[in-house]
């Protein structure tokens, strides 16, 4: 009779979505400035410098896909870094590690919801770019 009494148990309070707290975003901002940085260090002369970048990318990607459900921005942000790896990769006759990378951005591209013009471009070039590593191996 007693137990009837008594308060509920508390709730616990929900975690907070990690897609808005400030270093999503942060990271976010961060990876894309690297892929900037990294691609003109690639057409000016500096593969080794973007290999460099590329290396240091890889934590924040990880970090940011270790979200339920990563952003669109995230996504595009992490599938240019990989595409940019995998550009590189083909340049160095790695086409099967090159593959990899670009099956992982057909893999993102085609689940992802909801498509847009933008989502079915990338998935287009990931196709492609899975396709020419393919011919090479191929070869």
């Known amino acids: 009779m007693l137990a009837a009494c008594s308060s509920a148990?508390?709730?616990p309070k929900p975690k907070p979505d990690p897609v808005s707290e400030p270093w999503?975003?942060?990271t976010v901002a961060q990876l894309t400035a690297m892929?900037?940085?990294a691609e003109n260090s690639l057409h000016n002369g500096g593969p080794d410098r973007a290999a460099a970048i590329v290396t240091d990318g890889q934590p924040l990607i990880h970090r940011l896909l270790s979200v339920p459900y990563p952003t669109l921005s995230?996504?595009?942000a992490v599938s240019d870094l990989d595409q940019l790896y995998g550009r590189m990769l083909i340049a160095n006759r790695h086409y099967i590690w090159a593959r990899v990378l670009?099956?992982?951005n057909l893999t993102r591209w085609s689940s992802w919801k909801p498509q847009t013009p933008e989502t079915l471009r990338r998935l287009k070039m990931a196709r492609s770019l899975v396709a020419e590593c393919d011919?090479?191996?191929e070869e």
Do not use: T, V
């Open 135 to 137: 011919r090479h191996i």
């Open 102 to 104: 670009f099956q992982k």
């Open 74 to 76: 995230a996504m595009e």
């Open 9 to 11: 148990p508390p709730r």
């Open 24 to 26: 999503y975003s942060q």
């Open 35 to 37: 892929n900037r940085e």
